[in-house]
């Protein structure tokens, strides 16, 4: 019992005060815990992103869409784009998924998979992305809107030049450049390259495969379904083989199942923005005219037909300029 009563009220000031400052005390630091969890959490989604997508040197890089919800629900950053002996093991779905697109082969995958990287090398290139880099690509398309653009200086500035199938170079300097770094191919598209050049082939069957191993040994493939080189001038050191299942994500992802497959030209697109940070595309679509037709022949015709979904194809390589994760250059 207090015996006088205003120290007894100046004891219970006290206490409150105490009890005041406690309680204060106590939600800053529950507030400043729960600042630093939402900001550790903020970096960490962050880092996340950043290491999924990749960030680069460049004044404008394709990650920078990696925001865009359009984007996003199209590329994956864990895909693999070219076949290794690592992720040669292809799933039963993927598998029947790739036997479908041309013809059916009774050969057994395993067997040629192993064949193949007892030949050519078997690491995963260009997985050095990080914000040092700014990996500059041209990819140059076969289209006639290439004639007369003068775009051959600019094509070959670029770090990488990324041609497609059999377009050449020679006495079409001014218009395509003559740097190759990268041609894309299939068997019968293939064409003689320098030893300088990657030869990147798109396995659209397990023949393909077969026929790649044939080139470097024993030549005795000629003929797949039309009449194919058995053997072509390539560094076998340099060769590159797009996964089975990159083919399926483009078709799936990218062009939502428009067309049987998508063509080489779209195929090269998608693999370009996975392995570069800067992607500027060439001589794609119709002429200035409405005509499709390549800029090294004179045969022309006012549509794009085939297997594959051009018209969707190119909606898609349109709204990838839109959106700054390409620049493409029409010629006109």
Same mark, same amino acid.
């Given at each position: ?8 009220? /100046? ?120 914000p040092g880099r700014c990996r500059t690509c041209a990819v140059v398309g076969n289209s006639g809107n290439l004639k007369k653009s003068r775009y051959g200086p600019l094509i070959d500035a670029h ?146 037909? /085939? ?26």
């Amino acid at each position: 019992m207090c015996i006088c009563p205003h120290s007894c009220a /100046g004891l219970k000031r006290e206490d409150a005060e105490k009890m005041v400052y406690s309680a204060t005390k106590r939600r800053r630091y529950i507030t400043f815990c729960v600042s630093v969890i939402v900001c550790l959490f903020i970096f960490s989604r962050s880092l996340t992103q950043r290491l999924m997508f990749g960030e680069c040197a460049c004044h404008q890089c394709v990650m920078d869409l990696r925001h865009d919800t359009w984007f996003r629900q199209r590329f994956s950053p864990h895909t693999q784009p070219l076949l290794t002996k690592k992720n040669s093991v292809l799933s039963k779905a993927l598998y029947l998924w790739w036997q479908k697109l041309q013809f059916k082969s009774k050969v057994n995958y395993t067997m040629v998979a192993e064949m193949l990287f007892a030949i050519f090398p078997n690491e995963e290139d260009y997985s050095d992305a990080g914000p040092g880099r700014c990996r500059t690509c041209a990819v140059v398309g076969n289209s006639g809107n290439l004639k007369k653009s003068r775009y051959g200086p600019l094509i070959d500035a670029h770090d990488l030049v990324i041609r497609i199938n059999k377009g050449p170079t020679a006495g079409f300097e001014q218009d395509v450049g003559s740097k190759t770094t990268h041609r894309i191919i299939y068997p019968e598209s293939a064409v003689d390259m320098d030893n300088s050049t990657h030869l990147v082939l798109i396995p659209f069957k397990t023949l393909d495969l077969q026929w790649l191993i044939s080139v470097f040994t024993s030549k005795h493939i000629d003929r797949t379904y039309t009449p194919v080189k058995p053997a072509i001038k390539a560094n076998r050191e340099k060769v590159m083989i797009l996964h089975p299942g990159f083919l399926k994500y483009v078709q799936e992802r990218w062009l939502q199942k428009h067309g049987r497959y998508p063509s080489t030209g779209f195929i090269t697109l998608i693999f370009a923005l996975h392995i570069c940070d800067q992607v500027s595309v060439f001589g794609f679509g119709a002429d200035e005219s409405g005509n499709w037709h390549h800029y090294f022949e004179e045969n022309k015709h006012n549509r794009n037909a /085939g297997n594959h979904g051009g018209s969707y194809e190119y909606r898609i390589t349109l709204t990838l300029h839109e959106k700054k994760g390409i620049r493409l250059y029409k010629g006109w």
